[in-house]
Nanobody, 127 residues
C-alpha cells in the first residue's frame, strides 16, 4: 500500500522558518514529479510548489516564490519544503502529492493531476 506521510509542521511566529518532510513508502516515486499543496480554513486547496522527477527544476506559486524551497532526495523517497519568512497567511494544512504520470516533462499545478496524497501537516503562523 502506498503512503505519503508529511511531518514538520507546527506553530511559528511570523518571520520564522519551518521545514516540512514527506516520506513515501510502498513504492518509489523517483520518476514522478512531486508537489506541495496547502489548504487554509474555508478555502480551496491550492498549489504551493513542485519539483521535477529529474530535479532540480522547480516551480512555485507567486505567493511563496523567494521564501519557500522545494527539494527531494530520491534515495530516501523524501520531498522537503523549506519555508522561510513565514507570514500569517501561510497558515494552512500542507499536503504533499505525487504526479499521477511518471516521466512527465513539464510541471503541472492542478489538483487532479496528482494521484497520491498525504494526510497533511498543520502549519500555523502567528502575527
Amino acid at each position: 500500500q502506498v503512503h505519503l506521510v508529511e511531518s514538520g509542521g507546527g506553530l511559528v511566529q511570523a518571520g520564522g522558518s519551518l521545514r516540512l518532510s514527506c516520506v513515501a513508502s510502498g513504492r518509489t516515486f523517483s520518476t514522478n514529479n512531486m508537489a506541495w499543496f496547502r489548504q487554509a480554513p474555508g478555502k480551496d486547496r491550492e498549489f504551493v510548489a513542485a519539483i521535477r522527477w529529474t530535479g532540480p527544476n522547480t516551480y512555485y506559486a507567486d505567493s511563496v516564490k523567494g521564501r519557500f524551497t522545494i527539494s527531494r532526495d530520491s534515495t530516501k523517497n523524501t520531498v522537503y519544503l523549506q519555508m522561510d519568512s513565514l507570514k500569517p497567511e501561510d497558515t494552512a494544512v500542507y499536503y504533499c502529492a505525487a504526479d499521477r504520470e511518471t516521466l512527465r516533462i513539464g510541471i503541472v499545478t492542478k489538483l487532479n493531476e496528482y494521484d497520491f496524497w498525504g494526510q497533511g501537516t498543520q502549519v500555523t503562523v502567528s502575527s
